[in-house]
């Protein structure tokens, strides 16, 4: 299953733009407000003054939002407007991706492209691509991809060290795609040299699951309510419901291929091995000793000591403890095509 090329039959749509993100600049909404109307445009400054914005959206029967910050930002609409179902009997909106963001996952699945090029074209109802998609929901919070172990910990180490060195001449050098890779070969690939992988048990709590052969077909005997998927050391356990993680970052080459099931990936890897696989990863051909996929509804997954945890590229803190599962509601997304 992949986003399918579109034309837009309902032109009636909003643009929310994160004044909070980087690259959301005072002459960037002024462009898009010429281009689509500036009573379209809502620029945003809190999570309740994008909520505000989503409700104007949603009463002006506006079928599509486009969304403009990041992930984290269209992350942050597609949660909003899921608290928004039960408040309105109209349709919700589809929620449009542009590429304003650093890691850009859902942008490059999507394929967009310059913010303002893809709302011109929208709006003149050129082809797009569109998708309906079941989000992963952990902890009531919807995200197309999560995990915890190793990349969990590069992503707070980049954080963190995004943090240290705003301000200074190496702030650009911490930040995006370098910031990522010196985050994690050089602090996080270092502290985990002195760590044995952390055991996990993996527990089935929907229906059948599967573990997928490397075409990404099921294979084996189906694994029913109640039954372990895995059990053992792991480096690494993450789902999803979309194939990318930022920069095009193919680690989850099977997410959507069943609409019923997410992708849950188990990684048992040594911190040298991870850099090693690096590129087949990125382009998600990853296979072998130590690589565990499976078709799953929803899971529970308990760790032997805490592990740090992300959510669509956002660090949540460490758990013990997670459960994803699918979304009870798809969502639909709107790209280029």
Known sequence: MQPQPHHPTDCRFGVILNANAGR???????????????????????????????????????????????DGTIVDTINSLEKLRADTTEALPAV???????GNALAHWLGAGWPV??????HSGALHSRMQIRMVESEGTLFPFGGLGHDGAVLNDYYELKKKYEGTPLAGLMSGLTGYFIAGLGVTVPRFLRRDNTDIRVVNLGGEAWRIGPGGDRIGAPVGYGETLYEGPAST?????????????RFFPFAARLPDRLHLRVLD???????????????GTMQGEGVHDFYAERVRVQFAQSMPYQMGGDPKGYRDEVSFGLSEHPVTLV???
Do not use: M
């Not at 449009?96 to 650093?102: D, E, F, I, Y």
């Open 24 to 70: 959301v600049t005072r002459a960037l909404a002024r462009r898009v407000r010429r281009t689509v109307g500036a009573d379209r445009v809502f620029v945003t400054t809190s999570h309740e003054h994008a909520t505000e914005a989503l409700q104007t959206c949603i009463a002006r029967g506006y079928k599509t939002v486009f969304a403009g910050g990041g």
């Open 96 to 102: 449009g991706v542009l590429r304003l963001g650093t």
């Open 117 to 122: 090029r893809d709302l011109r074209r929208f």
């Open 237 to 249: 356990v993450g789902a999803a419901t979309t194939p990318l993680l930022g920069y095009g970052f």
């Open 269 to 283: 890897f040594s911190p040298l091995r991870c850099v090693k696989e690096i590129p087949a990863a990125w382009n």
């Open 335 to 337: 790209g280029q095509a």
